[in-house]
């Protein structure tokens, strides 16, 4: 338990620095002149490529029989990609920022995953990630609070929408990036108190694993897991969604509030769920929900509609992230633990490029319902591909 406690803070500390700034990042890219496609494609590149990193993150740590120094590692970039989206003069710094800080996620989630899963007991892993999750979005409820309380001191019209609006916000975008450095740094001290769960003793085999050798349920999970990634753009777009509706930026960050909130409530219950009725159960729900929600949001025009379905969208995420999580625990081989869970991630972060950038694009040249309703298909598909394959 210490150690998912000491892993909980560490991601409360790193979430109150991430989700200060990521509800604003797509306003911030509009204010420094980016539109949806060039957003797309910075969001799709950033989550992507450092997701590559998480399958060698995860198979080096197993190689190494080691998880600490790769978790410490992987979120002490989190401090220095925030540096240069608080430099930015330009989308570039902007897309700087977000790779590094994305690859240093691709470090270490793998390794601290691995860490969570070794330091409870088998019959109560989901219930041990649900907590972790739980306190990771704590941590970004208060940080989009911060972020809220810096815009409302700052007392800009909330009336007005334009892009040359947009820009008189940079100032306030500037400060919260800035602030959200201390909580970043506080994050990657707490980790030290983690008690390595590794033996430390090398592992005679290379940074691999034979795919025809891996279980058959386990293959299909993670191959109907991709599938389902091509539609699951990044949330920006359901960000960018309530402002084309109409939500000023102060709106916007309550609406991601709301969800955080849901999802705090939900995600250590969820996970405690999946560990009574099986994950398969709650993983399937969870698609149906999300494939439901992206349909209402390429309908909706109305901002009650627009907030209800940001709070169901915290329930989709809270019967599946965690969940996802302690099913590939539960089925990898025992000195392939940390490897499978950074290949899932991996393969998650590979299908986020095609994913937001076809999203932009579709946004840009049909129009942002239609974005929304391939991400529903794409959702009712997978949860089909669960039902079949699990």
């Known amino acids: 338990m ?13 979430d109150i620095s991430s989700e200060m700034i990521y509800p604003i990042i797509s306003l911030y890219l509009l204010a420094l002149g980016a539109g949806p496609a060039l957003i797309g ?9 450092a997701s590559l990193v998480k399958v060698f993150s995860g198979a080096l740590s197993d190689k190494i029989n080691k998880r600490k120094p790769l978790a410490i590692l992987g979120y002490s970039f989190s401090p220095i990609g925030k540096f240069f989206m608080w430099a930015a003069n330009s989308w570039a710094f902007v897309f700087t920022g977000r790779t590094l800080d994305r690859f240093g996620k691709g470090i270490r989630t793998a390794p601290r995953d691995a860490i969570i899963a070794e330091s409870g007991k088998e019959e109560k892993r989901g219930s041990s990630f649900g907590l972790h999750r739980a306190m990771d979005t704590m941590g970004a409820i208060i940080g989009v609070v911060m972020a809220i309380f810096i815009l409302e001191h700052f007392g800009l019209d909330k009336g007005m929408h334009t892009a040359q609006h947009m820009q008189s916000y940079l100032p306030a975008f500037k400060i919260i990036i800035l602030l959200s450095l201390i909580p970043a740094v506080i994050g990657v001290g707490v980790l030290f108190l983690v008690r390595e769960t590794g033996t430390g003793k090398p592992i005679a085999k290379s940074l691999s694993f034979h795919w025809s050798k891996l279980d058959r349920r386990l293959k299909a999970f993670l191959i109907v897991t991709l599938i389902f990634t091509l539609g699951n753009s990044s949330n920006q777009f359901l960000l960018l969604r309530a402002k084309n509706i109409g939500f000023s930026v102060e709106g916007v960050l309550f609406l991601y509030l709301a969800y955080n909130v849901i999802y705090a409530l939900i995600a250590w219950p969820a996970g405690r769920l999946s560990d009574r009725i099986g994950r398969k159960t709650l993983i399937v729900a969870g698609y149906l929900i999300y494939a439901l929600v992206y349909m209402g949001f390429a309908m909706s025009t109305s901002d009650a509609m627009i907030w209800g379905l940001f709070g169901v969208y915290g329930v989709y995420i809270a019967f599946t992230e965690g969940v996802e999580k302690a099913l590939v625990a539960d089925i990898a081989p025992k000195d392939l633990k940390a490897t499978l869970i950074g290949l899932h991630a991996t393969l998650v972060g590979i299908g986020l490029f095609p994913a937001s950038l076809l999203a932009g694009v579709i946004w840009d040249v049909l129009g942002p319902q239609y974005t929304f309703y391939f991400g529903g298909v794409m959702g009712l598909i997978a949860a089909a591909g669960m039902l079949i394959v699990l």
């Open 41 to 49: 494609f910075i969001e799709g590149i950033a989550e992507s490529t």
């Open 2 to 14: 210490w150690n998912i406690i000491v892993t909980g803070f560490t991601s409360l500390f790193t």
